[in-house]
């Protein structure tokens, strides 16, 4: 019954802004940690983003770091992605998916993703 669902995206502008959200149904956030990854045309997933279950502590990928922004509210049982200063290469499909193991980490239930495109 867990249920990741992503949205919030779209075509964008270099230099634009996106806010995508992830609703989880059948999981907590305060039991699953939840990570948003970015898959670009022709090559494979990699992590952007990822929120803690127990602390809130949050993790960037290099590329996203000082621009990207992940937030939980708890409340709605969703996590959020603001997008800021939008680049070409960060077009790709964006998934989130619930953390269901650590040390090392692994990633399971993984929504259908919502595509961002960044263009003139």
């Known amino acids: 019954q867990v249920q990741l669902a992503e949205s919030g995206g779209g075509l964008v502008q270099p230099g634009g802004s996106l806010r995508l959200s992830c609703v989880a149904s059948?999981?907590?956030?305060?039991?699953?940690?939840i990570g948003w990854f970015r898959q670009a045309p022709g090559e494979e997933r990699e992590g952007v983003s990822c929120?803690?279950?127990?602390?809130?502590?949050?993790v960037y990928g290099d590329s996203a770091e000082g621009r990207f922004t992940i937030s939980r509210d708890k409340a709605e049982n969703t996590v959020y992605l603001q997008m800021n200063s939008l680049r070409p290469e960060d077009t790709g499909v964006y998934s989130c998916a619930a953390e269901v193991a650590a040390r090392p980490p692994l990633y399971d239930y993984w929504g259908q993703g919502t595509q961002v495109t960044v263009s003139s």
């Open positions: 059948g999981v907590s956030l305060d039991y699953y940690s």
């Open positions: 929120i803690s279950s127990s602390d809130g502590v949050t």
